[in-house]
């Protein structure tokens, strides 16, 4: 669906998820992450770009799991510290999965997806065509009711610094993987908001697509 559509049918009301392609489980294990390896840091740097063309084919399941933990993972078990900093503590920004086969929530403690609508919400992450058939979209979201100490007027700025710091990683990881994605901040924020199932605390920040390069792309 090309963006003048999507932005007719948000003015309409009408942009909605799709139906889902393929089963999804209520909960998914990941594999243990992969802890060693992957590019060095610099040459992450050096890498990192943006990319809007992306492969249809799903992450490998391995891989899928590295880059969530790479998001918002699990890195100090004794304390439950993550791969990203958040304000005091607060782990305010929910990591949502959209894919062929439903929206997810990743949750790190578990280091597990869980399904939350059963419907292809892909289409619905972002003005852009692309997002429609990449493989899997994030959509970071910021919730409030777990910012209590910090102040009402600061708790917008600090999960947008969050959320970009979760993206960032992202970025270094896709690098790393020789992946394709983009940060994105161009979508429906009530059709999204809808489709999600989203409440009152909870606040869109930032989209983000993943997949591999599509073929014929340069690296």
Known sequence: MNTLTKLALGLMGKLKPLPPIGDAVARQALPPPSLTGGMPLIAALASRQS???????????????????????INRHVDGGRTTPS???????????????????????EHQLSLVVASDVRRVTGQQD????????????AD???MKLVPAAQREAYAFAA????????YLFCA????????RAWFDRTALSQAMGLHADQQLLL??????????EAA
């Open 87 to 109: 304000a005091m503590n607060s782990q305010e920004v929910l990591l949502y999965v959209a894919m062929p086969q439903g929206l997810f929530l990743y949750e790190p403690h």
């Open 130 to 141: 692309f997002v429609d058939s990449a493989p899997l979209d994030l959509v970071f979201v």
């Open 207 to 216: 989209s983000q697509t993943v997949g591999a390069i599509k073929p014929g």
């Open 176 to 183: 790393s993987e020789g992946l394709a994605t983009v940060i």
């Open 51 to 73: 990319r809007r063309e992306f492969a249809p084919e799903p992450l490998p399941e391995q891989q899928l799991s590295d880059l969530l933990w790479a998001a918002a993972g």
């Open 163 to 170: 959320a970009g710091a979760m993206a960032q990683n992202v």
């Open 144 to 146: 409030h009711s777990r």
